[in-house]
T-cell receptor, first 113, second 111 residues
Framework: DVKVTQSSRYLVKRTGEKVFLECVQDMDHENMFWYRQDPGLGLRLIYF???????EKGDIPEGYSVSREKKERFSLILESASTNQTSMYLCASSLWEDNSGYTFGSGTRLTVV | QKEVEQNSGPLSVPEGAIASLNCTYSDRGSQSFFWYRQYSGKSPELIMF????GDKEDGRFTAQLNKASQYVSLLIRDSQPSDSATYLCAVTWGGYQKVTFGIGTKLQVIP
């Protein structure tokens, strides 16, 4: 089974802190994604990457950056956390040529106080 | 902005009934369509995908696609309380990397 592992299940950070969310997948998937999920708004794409060192902005990239130095790891960075970034963050991965859907990590619930 | 519309529910059905979940999408060029199930407090898990017009069956689940009407649905036969979850419709466009999700329909199966 493909596993997508997110480093933290719950995280509480202070306003202005730099926050790192880590995601690792173990099945050699090319594509990796970061979403946030909020009640009433659904899943919204922040950034995605289809190869090492490659990244593309999603629908809501403002206030976020990403890093993909290794194929299996995709990091989301909140440069200066704000309260409106309190959310559930979901990482997902998929194969480049196999359009059969995503495998999601278990999610990180981030609270910014 | 590509849109995927779902009724947020809740949709309540009695145990053993057929649950019908619906989704419409705005982009006529959309290529692939997915249904994910998300239990409360958990991450989404893929349950079905469909590419071609018509029906696709997998156990108690049937996905239906009508590209002319830009409509995709999920039928759950013999609904069980364990099917109670939020069901997310997802649609690809502009290549495999681009996916838009609906807000999800909450399904409640009443014993």
């Amino acid at each position: 089974d493909v596993k997508v592992t997110q480093s933290s299940r719950y995280l509480v950070k202070r306003t202005g802190e730099k926050v790192f969310l880590e995601c690792v997948q173990d099945m050699d998937h090319e594509n990796m994604f970061w979403y946030r999920q909020d009640p009433g708004l659904g899943l919204r794409l922040i950034y995605f990457s289809y190869d090492v060192k490659m990244k593309e902005k999603g629908d809501i990239p403002e206030g976020y950056s990403v890093s993909r130095e290794k194929k299996e790891r995709f990091s989301l960075i909140l440069e200066s956390a704000s309260t409106n970034q309190t959310s559930m963050y979901l990482c997902a991965s998929s194969l480049w040529e196999d359009n059969s859907g995503y495998t999601f990590g278990s999610g990180t619930r981030l609270t910014v106080v | 902005q590509k849109e995927v519309e779902q009724n947020s529910g809740p949709l309540s059905v009695p145990e053993g009934a057929i649950a019908s979940l619906n989704c419409t999408y705005s982009d006529r060029g959309s290529q692939s369509f997915f249904w994910y199930r998300q239990y409360s407090g958990k991450s989404p898990e893929l349950i079905m995908f469909i590419y071609s017009n018509g029906d696709k069956e997998d156990g108690r689940f049937t996905a239906q696609l009508n590209k002319a009407s830009q409509y995709v649905s999920l039928l759950i036969r013999d609904s069980q309380p364990s099917d109670s979850a939020t069901y997310l419709c997802a649609v690809t466009w502009g290549g495999y990397q681009k996916v838009t999700f609906g807000i999800g329909t909450k399904l409640q199966v009443i014993p």
